[in-house]
């Protein structure tokens, strides 16, 4: 099993920027590449960002390229995002997975955090 949490998220304004933090415990061995998805009310969770084991291969949604940077800390077990000039339409409730290989896809994720919640205001 694997546990993760993430924090950082809060209210800001169009343009400022924002560190997300993804904590995990557990086996995190058995699933080490880490990725960032976010949901907003009534749409499924999407892709934001998605990080391999050892940080050398990220990939990232279009809608976020260029402004949204993830890395990750394997001495502290924990997954960054951060997130700068932030629009409006990065409101969204931001989900930290963890799973075997660096994919896109939802479903390959197998373990979950609570999700924290980013609020850009205009």
Known sequence: ???????????????????????????????????????????????????????????????????FTISRDNAKNTVYLQMNSVKSEDTAVYYCGAGPVLVTALDRYSYWGQGTQVTVSS
């Open 1 to 67: 099993q694997v546990q993760l949490v993430e924090s950082g998220g809060g209210v800001v304004q169009a343009g400022d920027s924002l560190r997300l933090t993804c904590a995990a415990s557990g086996r995190t061995s058995s699933a080490s590449a880490r990725g960032w998805f976010r949901q907003v009310p009534g749409k499924e969770r999407a892709f934001v960002a998605a990080i391999n084991w050892d940080g050398s291969s990220a990939r990232y949604a279009d809608s976020v390229k260029g402004r």
